[in-house]
């Protein structure tokens, strides 16, 4: 168990979750295909890096006080080293990337550098939820950077439909996590909000396009993991099942090993 929490504090589900939902949204746009292995590598480590380095900013506030902020501090120097191996991997994966997907991600790479900015700054203090929405259009981003460079026939209104659902699920789980780890923060509005956009989105993909439903299970499979956490455990303590949802994708893909 004490194994499975340290991941979960290294957010190494976190990477798993963005690899597996890059994975499966490929095999929707570009049916038969996965993501080359370079690409889904530069993913993780790229995720992988950020959210730790995310961490080692976030975790400077002395207001925190979490299992999660107490692991940070007493393994500061380690994880700063595992921070510099991502950084030498993840340039050595990316040196050998078409150059397409280089410049894009350095595109990519900017925004997150401009995210640290305003996070060191006390911006995302400032603006409430801000900091989530900015996670969450980032992550986007980068999960469906390789379909959008990739799929030139698929309807823009669907493509733009399906980031809009991801990026709603995503934020769901920012936006619960935060108002669960701040009891006094008020946010229940824009929580219910998302939840509602979520799910008449959902359903208006699954009734007017051509996607089956068990292509869009794996999102609604995610959604009402965080409905349960919200409405029924009511507790942080659950962070780590929030971050296990987003490996929904295995659903679709054992089905389709099972049913060949």
């Known amino acids: 168990m004490r194994f499975f929490k340290t991941l979960h504090f290294l957010s190494v589900d976190v990477v798993l979750g963005a ?39 976030d975790n ?3 207001i925190l006080n979490s299992a999660l902020h107490d692991f940070h501090l007493r393994h500061a120097f380690k994880i700063k080293c595992l921070i510099l ?22 595109l990519i790479g900017f925004l997150i550098l401009v995210y640290w900015a305003l996070l060191i700054y006390g911006f ?18 980068g999960i469906f950077l390789y379909v959008f460079l990739n799929d030139w026939e698929a309807p823009f209104v669907l493509l733009a439909c399906m980031v809009f659902l991801f990026f709603l699920l995503v934020l769901q789980n920012l936006v619960l996590f935060t ?64 971050e296990i949802a987003f490996f929904s994708p295995l659903f679709y893909y054992l089905y389709a090993i099972i049913s060949t």
């Open 179 to 242: 108002l669960l780890s701040h009891s006094g923060l008020k946010g229940e509005w824009m929580l219910k909000g998302i939840e509602g956009m979520f799910f008449c989105l959902w359903l208006a993909i699954l009734f007017f396009t051509q996607l089956s439903t068990f292509l869009l299970l794996p999102f609604l499979i995610t959604f009402v993991i965080h409905l349960w956490i919200h409405y029924i455990s009511k507790s942080k303590q659950w962070a780590w099942l929030g």
């Open 85 to 106: 191996t991502n950084i030498l991997i993840l340039g050595f994966i990316v040196a050998n990337l078409p150059k397409y997907l280089i410049i894009n991600g350095l």
């Open 19 to 57: 690899c597996l939902f890059q994975c499966f949204l490929t095999t929707i746009f570009l049916p038969g295909q996965f993501p080359p292995f370079s690409v889904t590598f530069a993913l993780a480590f790229a995720v992988w890096t950020i959210y730790l380095v995310d961490r080692l900013i």
């Open 124 to 141: 995302f203090d400032r603006v409430k939820f801000s900091k989530e929405i900015s996670t969450a259009i980032i992550y986007s981003t």
């Open 60 to 62: 400077q506030k002395p």
